[in-house]
Structures are given as C-alpha cells and as structure tokens.
Nanobody
C-alpha cells in the first residue's frame, strides 16, 4: 500500500504562484512514476504533469513553461510549482502514484482556486 497526502492548495489571484506538495509513504519502491492530475467541476480528471523514477517529466501543453514538477527522493515528496496561474487552472489537484503492476494510488485532493 502507498499513502499520498497533498498540501499547498489555496486561493490566489491570476498571475500568482502556488506550490503543491505530495508526501508519499508506505511501499514507495513499488511506484514507477508520480504525477499531478486535476479535475474542474463538470470536467474529466486530466493529467497535468508527471515524473518518472528516472526524472523524466511530461506536461500538459497548456501548463508548459508555467508549471514545474520535481521530486525529493530523500523526503519521498513530489512538488508541483505553479507560476503565472490562470483562472482556467482552477480545479481540485490530485497526486497520483503509478505502481509497476499497473495500479494507481491517489491522494485526497487539494483545491486550487485562481481568481480574476
């Protein structure tokens, strides 16, 4: 089992920044990749950014150049630095851990609200 706990969401004005954190515990060695997803009201959950154990990153096109995913292996923590936030970034953000046998672990989610 893997437990994921997110923190760092909140309310910010457009153009501002937030940093999300995801602390992982449990069977960390089973995780191949970590990622951040988001879900806005009435929309499907979508991948925002991911990072593999080897450090390879992937981003949704609309956040490239604004968001940065990183990991601190010593702290078992993944971060999402979000700059130049836009109202369309408003959503619940979920931390995801993808296990090598194809199972997805999820955190409880953290709300990010960007005001105009």
């Amino acid at each position: 089992q893997v437990q994921l706990v997110e923190s760092g969401g909140g309310l910010v004005q457009a153009g501002g920044s937030l940093r999300l954190s995801c602390a992982a515990s449990g069977n960390i060695g089973s995780i191949n990749a970590m990622g951040w997803y988001r879900q806005a009201p009435g929309k499907q959950r979508e991948l925002v950014a991911s990072i593999t154990t080897g450090g390879t990153t992937n981003y949704k096109d609309s956040v490239k150049g604004r968001f940065t995913i990183s990991r601190d292996n010593a702290k078992n923590t993944v971060y999402l630095q979000m700059n130049s936030l836009k109202p369309e970034d408003t959503a619940v953000y979920y931390c995801n851990g993808y296990a090598r046998w194809g199972y997805d672990y999820w955190g409880q989610g953290t709300q990010v609200t960007v005001s105009t």
